[in-house]
């Protein structure tokens, strides 16, 4: 049969109305009122293994599993294996005691001013610690002199050693400019004969300490005695602290009298 026009075409609605029976009651005793149940008539959806086509989509998931398993064997051998975890950590290490936001550096052992850690770039790890220190030490020496050699001009009983203009100047800038080419060229000349007989022609670091057994900055030059067995350590200590201080003294000088245009203590000639 068609259905009737303006209504939709669909699974029928079927009422049944229950009447219980009058001698039914609740437990008070009150009659029980009519129900209507209303039951909607669907078909019941297939069970998972009573269509062959729901178990298509689980086995083509497990046939691309192992594809890629298949694929994946040869090239895992391609692959680096694991680095084991370390041991020692930045947690667990020693600290500077200079720089305490710092590990502590390497190769320092057995040098002066060690305890302080103090190595910041690393050079004593990439570089000879010998020649560092021969380098640190000479460059502190020679700075020690500059700055009293760059403060001596300002003295009052300062008092000129060469004639002429050119040596009286008393603003180290001004007196360096003055000075000929050929007061800088002995200069130079100087302090590579020195380097070259203290060190047997052996000036480079790779062979500055081969074949001998001297600390760095030892040429046994000690004209006043003021080194013994006793204070040997702590005058070596006073050496270098002094001489880094210098190194920093004297480059704050020279960038104070770019800055002033006088000397250290204003002298303007």
Same mark, same amino acid.
């Given at each position: 049969m068609r259905p009737r026009r303006g209504r939709a075409a669909g699974p029928r609605l079927r009422t049944h109305v229950a009447h219980p029976?009058? /001698? /039914?009651?609740r437990?008070? +005793?009150?009659?029980?009122?009519?129900?209507?149940e209303i039951t909607r008539h669907r078909r019941t959806p297939p069970k998972p293994d009573e269509s062959p086509t729901r178990a298509i989509p689980t086995q083509v998931a497990r046939a691309m599993k192992l594809a890629v398993c298949l694929l994946a064997a040869p090239v895992a051998g391609l692959v680096a294996p694991a680095a084991p975890a370390r041991t020692a950590t930045v947690l667990n290490a020693e600290m500077s005691k200079a720089l305490p936001f710092l590990t502590a550096p390497k190769g320092l052992k057995g040098y002066i001013g060690e305890e302080a850690g103090f190595d910041p770039v690393g050079f004593a790890e990439i570089m000879d610690i010998k020649w560092m220190r021969e380098a640190e030490i000479k460059h502190g020496r020679v700075a020690m002199l500059a700055t009293i050699g760059y403060t001596y001009p300002e003295m009052p009983w300062f008092a000129q050693a060469f004639p002429g203009d050119a040596y009286s100047h008393s603003n180290p800038i001004k007196a /360096?400019?003055? #000075?000929?080419?050929?007061?800088?060229?002995? #200069? #130079?000349?100087?302090? +590579?004969? %020195?380097?070259?007989?203290?060190? +047997? +022609?052996? #000036?480079? %670091?790779?062979?500055m300490f081969d074949g001998t057994s001297r600390a760095p900055g030892d040429f046994g030059w000690d004209p006043m005695g003021l080194m013994s067995p006793a204070n040997e350590e702590r005058m070596k200590m006073r050496e270098l602290q002094h001489g880094r201080l210098a190194m920093i003294a004297i480059g704050g000088m020279i960038h104070g009298s770019f800055v002033t245009g006088t000397g250290v203590f204003g002298g303007m000639n």
């Open positions: 029976p009058a /001698a /039914a009651s437990l008070d +005793g009150a009659p029980r009122p009519r129900t209507r /360096a400019l003055a #000075v000929p080419p050929e007061a800088w060229a002995q #200069v #130079v000349l100087f302090c +590579g004969v %020195m380097e070259w007989s203290l060190n +047997g +022609g052996k #000036v480079t %670091m790779m062979t």
